[in-house]
């Protein structure tokens, strides 16, 4: 008697054990496409925010690039209204004449180093007049520089395999901006 009783008891704590088995694997199979959801949204938000920091770089590596090359444009053409220069092909001008377009590849190339898929047409470079004169006559001009990255598209890796949703997203318009070095206008 005591044996059929064991022997009960281990057949309903095995029969107890495989219900308990098959519940882990129903549990672990609802819970699987949730898990999967939110690492690979983990991954691909901690690659946005590093790509984020990459073009933020590139920007900043920009300005210092147009601080120390040739002016893009003639500084004695700067006035109160800023010359905004952009570059898909030939560099053109809001107003005012190019001096160096060689400047302008030189700022793209030192982005590109950081962030390879940047083109011309992404970047802006503006000089705005800072009406800060240390001559006191209008003999020299000290520029504020910005670089502007703009229209830039991230495309996302884990979600071109799911088909049916947009694979890439504009990333918002980075800008630095650093007043230049004062410069001596040539009459």
């Keep these: 008697m005591r044996t059929a009783i064991r022997v ?11 219900s308990r088995r098959a519940t882990a ?7 699987l496409p949730v898990l999967l959801l ?12 590093f790509d984020y920091h990459r073009v933020s770089e590139a920007t900043r590596r920009g300005l210092r690039t147009a601080l120390i090359q ?14 905004t220069c952009t570059g898909p092909g030939n560099v053109s001008c809001s107003a005012g004449s190019i001096e160096s377009s060689a400047s302008f590849d030189a700022i793209v190339a030192s982005m590109q180093e950081i962030v390879p898929r ?8 503006t000089y705005t007049n800072s009406s800060l004169d240390i001559s006191g006559n209008g003999d020299t001009v ?11 598209e991230y495309n ?31 009459s």
């Design 38 to 49: 939110v690492t690979i949204g983990s991954l691909e938000l901690g690659l946005i925010m």
């Design 8 to 18: 009960r008891a281990v057949r309903g704590l095995a029969e107890w054990w495989r």
């Design 25 to 31: 694997a129903v549990e672990f199979a609802l819970i």
């Design 70 to 83: 040739e002016a893009i444009i003639d500084l004695a053409d700067l006035d109160a209204t800023p010359i």
């Design 142 to 152: 000290t520029p504020l520089i910005t670089v502007e990255v703009t229209g830039l």
């Design 118 to 125: 940047l083109a011309a047409e992404n970047v802006i470079v």
């Design 156 to 186: 996302f890796v884990a979600l071109t395999y799911v088909s049916g949703l947009s694979t890439t997203l504009t990333m918002p318009s980075f800008d630095t901006t650093r007043l230049a070095h004062t410069v001596l206008i040539e």
